[in-house]
């Protein structure tokens, strides 16, 4: 195995030539937490989702699912100039390709638009 | 040695679950010109290629959730992203690591830490051959539309209906082996009542055959009104009409014979076709066989035919055939031959001309059990029917 290598390819080599048995326990959950991301003035990332252009949303979704950063930075900028502390943390995810948080949290903005009266 | 040139902006797919791999490999790629796409797990890779097909992949295999094999396997399985091409990049280095990854459908495989110069050559060098591979595959769907399109041109030369003679019974059937046929007959009523007939093979087969065979159709239409009754001079025309224009280095040959449906008389002339038969309905008669009366036209420009002719009795059988039904290959490279044609049209000479034609096709189709056609078939069956018994 070639350096630099990741734990988890050391530990498989070695229970494949060794035999050995590793006991996992599982890290408590750290960045995600249940109710979601949320940002420094307090509102939930869904929520301050659910305040931009639904247009925009769909457009993010897009190119969030296609994992197209420019396209994902092209909306973010845009959400940036409307809204500063989401466009950030919007920003913040993207550059960890956090997309799986991102797409939750769009369509759970969905869900509240589709509740929201009529 | 440096990496072949891009020809462009490709859009390729990074999966890896790794940020630090992602944004460095993306980075080198774009730096490359392309559109790179950079997502953190088998699921999302999936989502992201069935929304848009990349032109490549660059795939990790130890993700959690769903390893690169799975994934890849998934992409093979799936008729649009089936032909993208997947290049492996991963720690491991085994050998049977990199054998699973080919035997799921990889087409190559990187070794982690890589080199940029190392990713940038192999992924250049792919995107190239699916570039090749797809103006392979335009350029062959382009001549196959042409192709189809040359063989509808051919059909629409064959006469579109036959004739309807009283006391005669016609079926003719035409099987290229390929999109167009080097085979072609003609059956033809002419204005005085005769019915002239025809069956050539050009010795050969595909495109060129097909453009001779267009050629020699014409030449004889053209010369068997001008000859109505000298089939020996429109073979004569036709040969030295073929060698004026073209190169010589294709023959064809031909039965051309007249037939007055009211007497049953033909006469023909026959440019080194196999011999057409004459078969009596209800009678164990030796088969008549319409011999050769020169040779193959195309060959020598000299070259001189002689007429015959022959009657044909109530209740016998012309049959106008190409080697195509003789040299018919079942799997085992054995062929149809003279016997089981022959033992085949005797067995249904009590049936319709439509049914003589479909027994002797029926039986090559049998005989040839699914193996690849390997020459054109033309078929012209004339049956002259028995006058109607009147009761007494």
């Known amino acids: ?118 | 040695m440096t990496a072949p040139r891009s020809e462009g902006t490709e859009d390729i797919l990074i999966v890896d679950d790794n940020p630090a791999n992602l944004r460095l490999l993306s980075q080198m790629l774009t730096q490359r010109g392309h559109s790179v796409r950079a997502v953190t797990s088998g699921p999302r890779a999936l989502a992201s290629a069935q929304m848009s097909r990349p032109n490549l992949i660059l795939l990790d295999i130890k993700m959690p959730e769903m390893n690169g094999y799975e994934v890849c396997e998934r992409l093979k399985a799936d008729a649009q992203t089936r032909d993208v091409p997947v290049i492996f990049i991963s720690a491991l280095d085994e050998l049977e690591d990199k054998v699973r990854a080919f035997a799921v459908g990889a087409v190559d495989y990187i070794t982690k830490p890589f080199h940029a110069e190392e990713v940038v050559a192999r992924v250049e060098t792919h995107l190239a051959l699916r570039r090749l591979l797809q103006q392979l595959e335009d350029a062959n769907e382009k001549m196959t539309r042409e192709l189809a399109l040359a063989g509808k041109v051919q059909v629409s030369f064959l006469p579109g209906k036959l004739p309807h003679i009283p006391g005669w019974d016609l079926a003719v059937a035409l099987k290229p082996a390929r999109e167009t046929s080097g085979d072609f007959y003609d059956v033809h009523l002419r204005a005085d009542g005769k019915l002239a007939l025809l069956v050539a093979d050009v010795v050969d087969k595909g495109v060129g055959a097909a453009l001779y065979m267009a050629l020699s159709w014409a030449l004889l239409r053209a010369y068997a009104a001008e000859y109505p009754d000298q089939p020996e001079l429109v073979m004569e025309a036709i040969n030295q009409r073929i060698l004026v224009d073209t190169s010589g280095d294709q023959f064809l040959s031909a039965f051309y014979g007249v037939l007055d449906p009211r007497t049953g008389h033909l006469n023909y002339a026959n440019a080194g076709h196999y011999p057409p038969y004459i078969l009596s309905k209800g009678n164990d008669t030796t088969p008549g066989l319409l011999s050769r009366t020169g040779m193959l036209l195309g060959v020598l420009p000299e070259e001189k035919w002689s007429q015959a002719s022959v009657q044909l009795a109530p209740g016998e059988v012309l049959v106008l055939y190409t080697d195509g039904i003789l040299d018919a290959e079942d799997t085992a490279g054995e062929f149809f031959g003279q016997e089981r044609l022959l033992s085949t049209l005797q067995a249904n000479l009590d049936g319709s001309a439509q049914r003589i034609q479909q027994a002797l096709l029926e039986a090559v189709a049998e005989f040839t059990q699914g193996a690849e056609q390997s020459d054109d078939i033309a078929l012209v069956v004339a049956v002259r029917q028995q006058p109607a018994r009147t009761s007494e």
């Not at chain 1, 897009?62 to 909306?75: D, H, R, S």
């Open chain 1, 1 to 118: 195995m070639r350096k630099p290598f990741r734990d988890q390819d050391l530990l498989a080599a070695l229970e494949k030539h060794l035999g050995a048995r590793f006991v996992y326990q599982e890290e408590p959950p750290a960045a995600a937490p249940k109710e979601g991301i949320t940002l420094p003035d307090g509102r939930s990332l869904a929520a301050a989702l659910g305040t931009i252009p639904p247009q925009w949303r769909e457009e993010l979704h897009k190119a969030t699912t296609l994992g197209n950063l420019q396209e994902i930075l092209a909306v973010v900028q845009r959400v940036r100039e409307r809204d500063f502390a989401l466009g950030q943390a919007l920003q913040r995810l993207a550059d960890g390709f956090a997309h799986d948080l991102i797409l939750k949290a769009i369509e759970q903005a969905g869900e509240a638009d589709d509740r929201s009266p009529q």
